[in-house]
Every structure is written in structure tokens, then in C-alpha cells.
């Protein structure tokens, strides 16, 4: 069963690249967040990654990273941070809804 779940869109950030994308379309399934990007490409993430209140601090820290690269995002309309572990380091999102 899948449960719908709203984002606008997902802020990338892996060493010093910072990636907006449009999200088509996202939900939960299994426990784990699938976002469907305007491209088709999928991103999935593992719920046990995902962080609603923690990281303030960090969260601030990638935003204002993401501005000083010419992306302002409204703190206000961050929902979700999480952090996944790749081969090639860490790879941090932001899951914005306006």
C-alpha cells in the first residue's frame, strides 16, 4: 500500500555540489520514501533516514550553502533533512513543501 506524502521539491548536497529538483510525485511504501522526479528518475529513501526535528543547525548550514550558490529556499518551508551513507561519501537532502 502506498501513502501519499507532499514535497515541491529536494535540495542535493554532496561535498560541494547543491542540486535542485522538482518532485512529480512522492510517497511511502515499506518504510521507506520514494520521490518520483519531473525526469521519471527515483529517489528513494529509507524512513530511518529521514529526520523531522533534529539538525536544525545543519539544515541552516545547507541552506545558507545553497544560497550562497544562488538557490534561496524559505527555512520555513523545509519539512524533512536526511542523510544517506554512499560509497562515496555522505549524501544530504532537503525535502521542501510550499
Given at each position: 500500500?502506498?501513502?501519499?506524502v ?5 535540495i ?8 535542485i ?17 519531473d ?8 524512513g ?10 545543519r539544515i541552516?548550514?545547507l541552506l545558507?550553502?545553497?544560497e550562497e550558490?544562488g538557490?534561496?529556499v ?7 533533512y536526511?542523510a ?9 537532502y ?5
Amino acid at each position: 500500500m502506498n501513502d501519499e506524502v507532499i514535497y515541491n521539491q529536494i535540495i542535493s548536497f554532496a561535498r560541494d555540489d547543491v542540486l535542485i529538483r522538482p518532485i512529480a510525485k512522492s510517497y511511502a511504501e515499506e518504510g521507506k520514501l520514494i520521490l518520483v522526479l519531473d525526469n521519471s528518475e527515483r529517489i528513494l529513501i529509507e524512513g530511518k533516514e529521514i529526520d523531522t526535528i533534529g539538525h536544525k543547525k545543519r539544515i541552516q548550514e545547507l541552506l545558507d550553502s545553497a544560497e550562497e550558490k544562488g538557490h534561496a529556499v524559505d527555512p520555513k518551508a523545509v519539512k524533512h533533512y536526511a542523510a544517506v551513507q554512499t560509497d562515496e561519501g555522505t549524501l544530504e537532502y532537503v525535502l521542501v513543501k510550499w
